[in-house]
């Protein structure tokens, strides 16, 4: 998907509605904006050094982790470029 875009919105309503993400919670994207992308990313960070690259962080979420930035609010898009992980 490398150069593909997505809204953050549209993935929630996706996941949802098509792969089973609990709807009370909003998304996943929106969920991880209110519980906090620092705090996701942070246990990310833990099962990857526990369980290996199956566990890398993604490129995007850990850039607006370190700075505190949310999916919702991201400043430089409104649609954010979603590249291949490296």
Not at 3 to 26: A, E, K, L, Q, T
Request: charged fraction near 25%.
């Amino acid at each position: 998907m490398k150069g593909s875009h997505c809204v953050p919105g549209i993935v929630d309503v996706i996941y949802v509605n098509g792969y089973g993400f609990p709807g009370y919670r909003g998304g996943p994207m929106f969920f991880a904006d209110r519980v906090g992308l620092q705090k996701i990313h942070d246990r990310i960070a833990t099962f990857h050094r526990e369980h290996g690259d199956r566990w890398k962080p993604a490129p995007l979420p850990e850039r607006l982790a370190k700075t505190g930035k949310t999916f919702s609010r991201n400043s430089t898009l409104e649609r954010m470029t979603v590249s291949q992980r490296d």
